[in-house]
């Protein structure tokens, strides 16, 4: 599920692929710049990413197999999505 706050516009990204392995992308941001964190399931921060821009690829090798939240933070806009990584 994709979650807008706050009034914010309402923006669809997809997380590919999800679940994932070793890297994701994400497309359908709307601005150019975001802070990207994605958080584990006791609210850890485990990678974060400070101006991700659309499409590029995110890493995972360094996080474990589970349940995360990623959290992009634009500035018109924040966007919560689920992810699944696996090993």
Do not use: C, W
């Amino acid at each position: 599920y994709t979650t807008a706050t706050n009034n914010l516009p309402d923006v669809q990204i997809q997380i590919l692929p999800n679940p994932a392995h070793t890297e994701i992308r994400i497309e359908g941001l709307t601005e150019a710049n975001y802070d990207l964190s994605i958080v584990d399931i006791f609210g850890k921060t485990v990678h974060k990413i400070a101006g991700y821009q659309a499409a590029s690829r995110i890493d995972l090798s360094s996080i474990p197999s589970g349940t995360y939240t990623v959290m992009l933070n634009g500035r018109h806009s924040k966007v919560i999505q689920k992810l699944v990584k696996f090993n």
